[in-house]
């Protein structure tokens, strides 16, 4: 049997929340599907399934929610003969979202029907390259020519809302000028008459309901006939109830009771095109949720330039392979992400890190695809390209959070799944009370305006896109600022977070040791200590022997008779001296008087750093104190994590000294150290069930079971693999000003969406009564059915300009930005 393998499909045909639960239930019902989530905000569903696409194409098309496909054509380069046709064939129907491919070999092209949504150009390409041959099309940046479908529809609806408001526009005037204006009501009597004014309505409603409002009756009388009515099926039986009595009582009014022969004409017309005018008010702001993804699918440039057979030469980036050449220029985008071979540069990315402060880059530094070369020139080898670069790894990352459904998201779909067949069942109530207790002759006429107004005001599509829409807006803005949610119930799980547990290596500290203070004695230069000390630790590769030399000139003397003292330092011979550096025992052995230096070496211990000291010829020269640096920004994030109310806990295999040391200059509330990788799964339990829901960050292998383990796991984007592909958070940047980012994006997200759903129900439960006829005994007003079409449309619109709002979230933590280009490139 077939990997399971997950894909994202582009659904037609989803008008109210209340279908998602049905094409939830379609897709499940196919035999090897696992999961299956639909997001009604970008109209797509995640699935996650063993076995071929096709079996879900066929089951949306029976649930009458065809799945968006697109085909696009690949020239294919070295095919010459029938089992080449074959070959990449079953290569490209093997590929992820691919419905049907066949190639042509006299025209050496394949053309491939795949779902929008699941596939693309590049991943195309790479299959048919993976076996052996080449491809090409003219669309370089591997994105598919066709236009965007969210563009497509806006268009759509922008000539649809028109040209019904055209048709609608001459019908209010007729109807509801005469009711406004006397005087225009009897206007329209002398001169027009007013059967000729109905036909006229007729009409013109009839051309509207035939044209622009078709979608409504074509989409909602099948889903009404399959037992499952959705939105569209409120519209067209609202509309159709409407139109169909007012034809009545403009051809036969002798069929309704004496005096209610009255025309709704204009409620049919105005409701179509309020409820149009809101699904292209809904689209145009649904489209800049999506703001987020395009931004980081547009940063990838369209050709790379490339060194091939002694020339250099532009090629589309889906032809770029692992091992290539390529030449960046001042000012390029980074078109893959690659190793330097050449060059020195300054390289901006912040559109992957959301750090705004450019990266020193040299020889055998790593470059990311999309990141901005700064002013010099680069030669880089590719390492990663396609689907594997850094960039389409958190574009795949975005996408998968802004398609994940939230437990709370649970509760409203269970909701909207049974909400259209009880609007239907209160409509109909509406109008049997009121045909029984309404007063005559006006009980008919009244039971219609009731009926109607309960069928187009009671739309879920405010409550189906409530948790969708922040979803994509919060998520889309937290990957600005570097923080991916790989997880979707980590969104709303961690603003309940009540304490924060933090390792120490790599995550608080830079995770390697720095020469952090020179304290010189007996007349000896700082000058003179640090050239001599990093020759003779040049040549030992004992970490903190690194950082020593690291701190030293570039320009080191000769050492001779070098010896390595086990567990105690080092001893040689420097520019004809007797140089000696190590620990306090060693200099104790050696009989060295450490009286000048041991005050000082003392205090920086207790500071959390290493200490060690320098003789030359046998004279005490220099205590020199060597520690892991904290991280910039670990003092400001963790500052703002104690003001927005978290505990913050340090679980550290570190002795309880220097971890105690670190947790005192941070102001860490609970330290726990000296702990192997399950001592930290004890100590999270404890710091759980004292505090409450906990969050770890953490970044190396070891701590990938404490981020399993905790209700959330962040990991440090500049870790292990392991490390991120076991937590539900990455921060890119590897700073912890991340954390208070992802905090507050999760607490805005869930503010914004309980906002949303608590105008949502508020709106139908305050609403429908109205709609139905509660406030008639207190003054004789029905809600018109026009009026409440527009607040339904309205409705919708709020929610999605709601969520809209998190675009502008901030940086809860201020950048730090270093003075020297030195603290930019560490």
């Known amino acids: 049997m077939a990997d399971l393998q997950t894909i994202q499909i582009e659904i037609s045909g989803m008008s109210c929340a209340s279908c998602v639960a049905r094409v939830e239930t379609a897709l499940r019902d196919v035999p090897g599907v696992e999961t299956a989530t639909v997001n009604f905000a970008t109209e797509t569903a995640q699935v996650t399934f063993k076995g071929s696409i096709s079996a879900l194409t066929c089951a949306l098309d029976t649930a009458g929610y065809p799945a968006a496909t697109q085909q696009t054509v690949l020239k294919i380069d070295g095919m010459n003969c029938a089992s080449c046709v074959s070959k990449i064939e079953r290569a490209l129907a093997s ?41 090409h099309t003219e669309n370089a940046q591997g994105a598919d020519p066709a236009p965007s479908s969210k563009a497509d529809e806006i268009d759509k609806l922008t000539r649809a809302t028109v040209f019904a408001a055209v048709l609608a526009l001459p019908v209010f005037i ?24 109905h036909l006229i309505q007729f009409a013109l409603t009839s051309a509207l309901l035939i044209g622009p409002g078709r979608m409504f009756y074509t ?67 649904k489209g800049k949720t999506g703001a987020a993804i395009r931004k980081l699918v547009g ?33 390029e985008r980074v078109p893959v992400d690659g190793e330097v071979l050449d060059g020195t540069s300054y390289v901006d990315e912040s559109m992957i890190t959301g750090e705004p402060v450019p990266i020193g880059k040299s020889t055998e530094d790593q470059v990311v695809g999309g990141t901005v070369n700064g002013t010099g020139a680069l030669r880089i080898r590719a390492t990663r390209v ?67 107004s309960v069928l187009i005001i009671a739309c879920p599509c405010a409550m189906g896109l409530a948790t969708p829409t922040s979803i994509m807006v919060g998520t889309g803005r937290a990957a600005e600022l570097g923080v991916l949610f790989r997880k979707g119930d980590a969104l709303q799980q961690l603003q309940q977070a009540r304490v ?27 000058t003179e200590v640090l050239r001599l000390a990093a020759a003779l630790e040049a040549r030992s590769e004992h970490p903190i022997a690194r950082a020593i030399t690291r701190a030293g000139p570039s320009d080191l003397p000769d050492v001779s008779d070098i010896q390595s003292l086990t567990g105690l330092g080092l001893q040689g011979t420097v520019e004809g ?65 104690h003001e927005m109310g978290m505990t913050l806990a340090m679980v550290t295999g570190d002795n309880i000294r220097t971890a105690q040391a670190l947790a005192d200059r941070l102001r860490i509330d609970h330290v726990t150290a000296e702990v192997l990788p399950d001592g930290k799964l004890e100590a999270i339990t404890a710091l759980r069930d004292q505090h409450g829901t906990l969050a770890f960050v953490g970044d190396g292998i070891n701590d990938a079971p404490a981020l399993a383990a905790a209700d959330i796991g962040i990991a440090i984007g500049t870790g292990t693999d392991v490390a991120i592909e076991t937590a539900d958070v990455v ?53 018109s059915p026009a009026l409440a079409a527009g607040a339904m449309a309205l409705s919708s619109v709020f929610v999605v300009s709601n969520a809209l709002r998190l675009r502008r979230v901030r940086a809860s933590v201020p950048e730090t930005t270093p003075t020297t280009p030195e603290e930019a490139h560490a």
Not at 500 to 526: C, H, M, W, Y
Not at 604 to 609: E, K, S, V
Request: proline share 5%; glycine share 10%; charged share 15%.
């Open 95 to 135: 590929s992820s979202g691919v419905v049907e491919a066949s190639v042509n070999l006299a025209t050496e092209s394949a053309t491939v029907t795949y779902v929008e949504g699941s596939s693309d150009l590049a991943t195309l390409a790479k299959a048919v390259t993976a076996i052996g041959y080449s491809t």
């Open 219 to 285: 989409k909602g009388v099948p889903s009404l006939l399959r037992g499952a009515p959705d939105m569209n099926a409120l519209v067209a039986m609202g509309t159709g109830a409407a139109y169909l009595y007012s034809v009545a009582a403009t051809f036969a009014p002798q069929m309704l009771p004496q005096g209610t022969a009255n025309v709704y004409f204009e409620a049919a017309a105005v409701i179509v095109v309020l409820i149009l005018l809101g699904r292209l008010m809904e689209a145009r702001a």
């Open 500 to 526: 924060i547990a933090l390792d120490k290596t790599g995550t608080l500290t830079l995770g390697r040791p720095e020469l952090d203070n020179v304290t010189t004695a007996n007349g000896f230069s700082q």
């Open 386 to 452: 396609g689907a594997d670069t850094v960039l389409a790894q958190v574009i795949q990352m975005v996408e998968q959070a802004q398609g994940a459904k939230l437990p709370i998201q649970g509760l409203v779909d269970r909701i909207t799944y049974r909400f259209v067949p009880a609007v239907i069942a209160t409509a109909a109530l509406a109008v049997i009370a009121w045909l029984i207790f309404g007063p005559a002759p006006a009980a008919l006429p009244l039971a219609l305006v009731a009926g109607v």
């Open 577 to 641: 001296r007797n140089v000696l550096i190590g620990s306090y025992r060693l200099m104790q052995q050696q009989g060295v008087d450490l009286a000048d230096l041991q005050a000082e070496a003392e205090a920086r211990a207790n500071d959390g750093a290493t200490p060690l000291f320098m003789a030359i010829e046998g004279q005490a020269a220099a205590s020199l104190a060597v520690s892991d640096p904290i991280k910039p920004g670990t003092r400001e994030a963790l500052a703002q994590l």
């Open 174 to 197: 007729l109807e509801m000028g005469g009711h406004m204006i006397p005087a225009f009501h009897h206007w329209v009597q002398a001169t027009i008459g007013v059967q000729n004014s």
């Open 731 to 783: 921060l890119m940047s590897g700073d912890l000003r991340g954390v208070a980012n992802a905090l507050e994006i999760s607490r805005r997200t869930m503010r914004n969406i309980r906002q949303n759903l608590g105008w949502a129900f508020g709106y139908n439960i305050l609403l429908i009564p109205v709609a139905a006829g509660a406030l008639y005994p207190f003054g004789g007003h029905l809600l």
């Open 299 to 331: 940063l990838q440039p369209k050709t790379a330039r490339i060194e091939q057979d002694g020339a250099t030469m532009d090629r589309p980036i889906a032809e770029i392979t692992v091992g290539d050449i390529l030449q960046i220029r001042p000012g």
